[in-house]
C-alpha cells in the first residue's frame, strides 16, 4: 500500500529556440543553425492522493485547457504500445524512435473521442496539446511496471504560442522530461524493477537522448514531418547545427549571446512562405541557389565563430569577434530579404537597430515574426534602453534575453 510519503512531486522546465542562420536554406539541403533561448517552458507534475477515480488532472492555461483523464481505462487502452512493424522484442520507454508511431496515435485519438466525446469540437492547438501529452504518458508508463495514481499537470510559458520560437518542441520536452525524473523516482523509491538504484537530480546525456525523441514523435503530432532541430536545440540547449537526412550535431557553446527579440506581431505562415521561396527558385533557379550556397557559408563560419568565442582563448578579440558575427547577421538578413521574406515591420526594427550601430536579422520563417538584435558586450545599457523604447513606440514586443542556455534541467 503506498503512503503518502510516496506522493512525488517533479518539476522541470526546457527554453525554446531560434534560428540563427538556416532558415529557408536549410530545405535546399544547406546547413542550419539554432540555439536555445532564455525564455523558457515549465512543468509541474504532483501525485495526489484522492478518493474519486484515480484520474490525471491537467492544466495548460497557455491553450486554455483544463481537463480530467481517467487513468484505469487510460491504462487499459493505451499501455503497452507496440513496436514498428518489422521490429523484434518488446517496446521499452527508452526507446520512442522505435515505437509505432501511427498506431500508437491512433489509439490515442480513438480513445480521446471515447472520453471526450466533443474532442473534435476543440481548438487545432487544445487537441495537438492533448493528444501529446496522452501519447507520451501512455508511451512511457505503458512500458513499465510502475503503479500510476492520480496526479495534477500543471504547465506554463513564457513562450508565444504559434510565432516560430519553439513552444511546442519546448512544451513536449517538459513532459517527456517530467514523465521521465517521476518514473526515476518512483523506480528508485521502493521495491518496483529498479530501472534506477539511485534518482539523479538531472539528465543524463542518455536521457536527453531519449527525451529528445520523445519530443520529436510529438512535433511529428504537431507538425507532420519536422526537421529535428527544434526538439534537439530545446533539449540539449545551446548550439545544435542540422542538415537535412542527417541527425543534428549538439555543438557545446560555452557563452550566451545577448538579444533582444522583438515581435513584429505580423502573423504569418511558415508553409505559405517556404512556397513563396520555392516559386522564385522555381524562376531563377541558378540566382537562388547561389543565394542558398551564401547562407550556409554564412552559417559554417558563424559556427566558427561562435566556437571561438566560446573557446575562452582569445580574449582581446572579443570585439573584433562579435563585430564579425554582427556582419554575418547582417548579411544573412539581407539574402532573405533578397528571398523576398522579410516585411516592412521587420525592415523597420532592422532600421531602428542599425541607427544605433546594432546588427539585427528576421528568425524562421520571415514575412513577420520576430526579428533578433545582437547587442554585443560592449553596449552600453542606454542603447539597449533607448531602442528597446522606440520599438515599443512603435507597437513592438521586445524582450531582452540571452541565448545559447541551458536545455531541458531538472527545478529544485
Ligand atoms: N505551454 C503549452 N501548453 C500546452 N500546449 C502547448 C504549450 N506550448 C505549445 N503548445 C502546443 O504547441 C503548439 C504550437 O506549435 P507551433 O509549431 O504552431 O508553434 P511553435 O512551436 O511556437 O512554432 P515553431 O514550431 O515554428 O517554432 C500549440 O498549438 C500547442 O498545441
Ligand atoms: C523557413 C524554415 O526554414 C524555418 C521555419 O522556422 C522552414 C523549415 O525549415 O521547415
Known sequence: MLNTMDLFTVSVSAPGK???????SVVYGKMAIAVSLGLRSSIVIKEINSNREPSVHIHLPCVDLQEVIPLEPTVKSLFNP????GITGKFSWRLPD????????????????????NFDSLQSNQKNSLRSFLYVFSGIFGSTHLPVRSME???GSELTIGAGTGSSASFAVCLAGALIQLLKLKSSSGSFDAYYHQSSEDFSMTEKEIISEWAYNCERIMHGTPSGIDNATCTFGSLVSFKKGSK????????ELRV????SRVSRETRALVVRVAALRQRNAPAVDHIMDACDDIAHTATQVLEKLSSGKCEPDIEADYQHLAELWDMNHCLLAALGVSHPSLETIRAAARAKGLACKLTG????????????????????????????????????????????????
Not at 82 to 85: E, N, Q, R, S, V
Open 365 to 412: 520563417a520571415g514575412g513577420g515574426g520576430y526579428a533578433m538584435v545582437l547587442i554585443p558586450p560592449s553596449t552600453p545599457r542606454s542603447t539597449i534602453d533607448s531602442l528597446t523604447g522606440q520599438l515599443l513606440e512603435h507597437g513592438f514586443r521586445v524582450s531582452e534575453t540571452r541565448l545559447g542556455g541551458r536545455g531541458v534541467s531538472v527545478e529544485m
Open 18 to 24: 531560434v534560428i540563427l542562420h538556416g532558415e529557408h
Open 153 to 155: 499537470i500543471s504547465m
Open 260 to 263: 533582444l527579440l522583438v515581435d
Open 82 to 85: 507496440k513496436l514498428a512493424p
Open 248 to 255: 543534428p550535431r549538439h555543438l557545446s557553446i560555452r557563452m
Open 98 to 117: 522505435k515505437i509505432d508511431h501511427e498506431y500508437h496515435l491512433r489509439r490515442v485519438d480513438e480513445f480521446l473521442h471515447l472520453i471526450k466525446p
